[in-house]
């Protein structure tokens, strides 16, 4: 039973009674208590995700100063947030006096002394570890010993950016969503010496945005976007046995999702996790792990920034069918020789619901999340989820044993047990 004790009453009152339950308990409140206050915040790199934090900041009360590599690139992504708050006033989500106020916040600067007064800072550079580190090494000259530094990466090793900082206990993960001004989940990420009032601080800042923190223990993507990988590799393999992209996208949002997962990587750029895959071996058990994504990038696709990637983008900028990226998938699967078959909606839902419960239980069994519950919030706020169906780990309690073992053996059946390992779906019950 690795549901707490406590939400076995909630589990049987309904859907809706167990999210707020969840959310509720993702931190536990006697841990703020010990937070300190933060006032300025420091936020490196000004680009796609530093623009919707800072906004974010700004639009909450925080002094954001905001640093870039030079002042064209400060001024690009002044403009991103000016645009972001201008938007919040058009919804009437904030006054022309508060715009005012948050533009009067914000304190655009290229040179790294002028974050030695913020208590926070947060980088939201490239995702390269060595371009992470010289940052870092710049941070040591100028933080004082009480300053927060937070790394929005989305992949990388925090335990080793932390070997960089003179006072490694100073960094913390602070994982936002893309766009981060909306998205309403932050993974928040403590380092092995990261001390209790830096992770209370954390969570303090997040609640204070309004949004909800979940503490993750660190891992290769850490929990959201390690399950999001596995859901990733069953979808881009089911292109290679026959599935259209089409047909994907609108098996999932058909069934509840936000969006489609292959107009996800599209919208986030399918280079990134191309790179951050290639970060590491691939693995020699899975000839056809991610190859739809690998062509698209090989061959220029790389989504909406672009113009092309599994969709093409007409000049309006929606999306359309693509001959070309159908074709590249296609030739693929002919090259490795995989059989072609046809899919129902029914089994493309059953078989990615199921790389998300499994690789959630190994998550949980692994001790990355402290609760199977977090995996819902995790789910329900960063990723679209639909809520009413409570995550993929209440839907899996709903399930029960006999379904989700009957679905793990089919799957094994057709793809093995090294893609399939052997799940205790008992400890759900
Ligand atoms: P981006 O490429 O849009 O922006 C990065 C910005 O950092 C660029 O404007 C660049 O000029 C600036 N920069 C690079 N080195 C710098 C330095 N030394 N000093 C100051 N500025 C510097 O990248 P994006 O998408 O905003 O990602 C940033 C970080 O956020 C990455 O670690 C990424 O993994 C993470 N992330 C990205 C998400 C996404 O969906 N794009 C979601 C969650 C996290």
Redesign the pocket.
Known sequence: MIFPDDSKSVLQQGVQDYVAWAEDKTVDISLTEKSVPVVSVGI????????SIAAIFLMSGFSVFL????QL?LE??VTRIHSILRSALLRGRISEGELTEYQLSLHSVTD?LELSSCELII?????DID??I??FN?LNRVCNEHCIIA??????DINVMAEVLSLPQQLIGM????P?HIMKLVEVIPTESTTETILATAISVVRRLNKTPVIVNSCFGFAGNRMYTRYGREIQQMLLEGASIEQLDIAMTDWGMAMGPLAVQDL??ID?GYK?RNSRPLPRHDPGYFRAAALMVENGRLGRKNGKGFYDYNLKGKPVPSPEAERLIHDEALALEIPQKIFSSPEIVERALMALITEGLNLYQEGIVQRISDIDVIWLKGYGFPVDKGGPMYLASQMGEKKLISLLNQLQYQAGENIWPYQDFNILA
Do not use: D, R, W
């Open positions: 490196v790199g000004a680009g796609n995700m530093g623009s640093v870039e590599q030079n690139l690009k992504g790294y980088e939201a550079i490239f995702e371009v992470k010289a940052l710049e790394t929005n990466t989305s992949y990388l994982h936002f969503f893309n981060a986030s750029g990134v951050a």
